[in-house]
């Protein structure tokens, strides 16, 4: 069983994001639109033979539960508000996410993959990510460094062989807006504390000096001696003058991972709160999905 192609290429240029409920009785229509989906990628591919175009359709746990078979994505759930409010639910049934390395391409499979839903869906939100140089965050850090990569992305975001729902993976998509002007009053050492990496050089600061509410000391995390990992595919999104920010997004094999490092941002295991929530971002958007593999979507 193959992952859904949004998932293992790294470094795209541009990436659309879009959230949706299905409509009530359209779920035969939702069912042929993904298999047609899987159809109108691969057309797409074809035509955009360098872009490296992937698309993810996955599923909220209420939507999961009309499509999924027994044993098929056991950990999806509905997402819960954390930290008194800070960190919002928005739980919607369907998830679009599509990543390539051209936006002429992730637009095209945009509007082909809405065009196959048709009026099966009604769509929540929508927003564009674009890449910025050396794969910097509207922040100025450099994002995505401790990425997993090679064969560790694979292993890290799909839920392996012999397993039911092998090939399947969970996802988080998350909106922070950001508040550039409040970051901007932090100076670049207090800011390089809040991440626990440097700005310019990309140097991870030491754990003797982390701050233990910098980015890195919440959600750079063991379990029993074990690296909990997860893999991001995370871009900026929004205006230069207007609302931005990012729209993190992550895969993993388990959904555990993902959320050990909410709470842990979110303060709910030892009441400290990510310092990043503190001086620059707010989250606006929390939902969870399961993405079936390629074979599933097509089958449902
Ligand atoms: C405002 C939102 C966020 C911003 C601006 C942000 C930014 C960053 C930056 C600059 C790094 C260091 C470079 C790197 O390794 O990528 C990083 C690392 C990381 N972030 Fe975030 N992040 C955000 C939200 C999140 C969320 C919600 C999660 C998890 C649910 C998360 C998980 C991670 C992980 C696992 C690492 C790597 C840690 C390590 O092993 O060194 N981030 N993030």
Redesign the pocket.
Known sequence: MNPQTAIIPDHAKAGVFIEADIRIGQTEAVKAACRDSVARLQALQAKFPQAALGLTVAFGSEAWHIFGHAGEGREIKPFTPLGNGLAPATQQDVLIHIQALQQDAALALAQAVLAAFGDSLTVVTEEHGYRLYQER?L?G???????PQDQAVREVAVIPEGQPDAGGSYV?L?K?R?DLKRWGKVDVPHQESC???TKET?E?LDKSVRLPDS??G????KENGV????V?R?LPYGKITGEH??M?I?YCHTLHN?EA??LS?FGETDGKT?L??KH??T?VSGAYYYAPPVERLAAL
């Open positions: 965050g922040d850090f450099v994002d995505g460094t401790e990425n988080l998350q922070y950001h991440i626990g990496r990309d991870e980015h890195l919440r959600v750079d995390l690296g909990l990992k997860i991001r995370s920010g990012l993190f992550a993902i490092q909410l941002m990510d990043l929530l620059i971002s989250a």
